[in-house]
């Protein structure tokens, strides 16, 4: 990482490594984590520059980061060259990641559960243990999606609010933030 302070260039290191662990590409994540943490909008060629990677992957990720809805494209006075911008808003950044990420994954796994149990109530299709697992699943799925829609109709600092009153609300329901019951 040419020219970057240890913090971030360890940073960047690291968010490439995780978004291999999410499923993203490593360049994709570490032109991301640049991105975040550059205080002013980046071309291709700084980019290339910074990072040490070839062109075609900075050009290839920049597409997908903005598929993603996460980089944008700005544009300087007196320079013609595209310049990209990350979201800066963290809360913000992680809706957009979540809303894609259901998008992308949860909606169809969803369908297919759906599809999968009326198969399976169906007359030979499958039997009662598989139906019940199908069932369980697709239930767990409908959830988690009603959750997650509840939660991102919410008010950007009302939604921090609710994750931040989260021993409250196992408190409430006679929990310890470990999961215990309370006075058991």
Known sequence: MKDLPPAISRFILHWGEMGTKWGINRTVAQIHALLFVSERPLNAEE???????ARSNVSNSLKELQNWGIVRVVHLPGDRRDHFKSMRDVFE???V????RKRREIDPTLGMLRECVTEAE???GGGQYTRKQLAGLLDFFELVTSFYEKMNRLPTPVAVKALR???KVLKTLGM???GRKTGA
């Open 165 to 167: 009153a989260g021993d």
């Open 122 to 124: 169906k007359a030979g």
């Open 176 to 178: 310890t933030p470990g």
């Open 47 to 53: 980019i290339v520059a910074t990072l040490g990677v």
């Open 97 to 100: 990641i979540a809303a894609e």
């Open 93 to 95: 950044m992680f809706r």
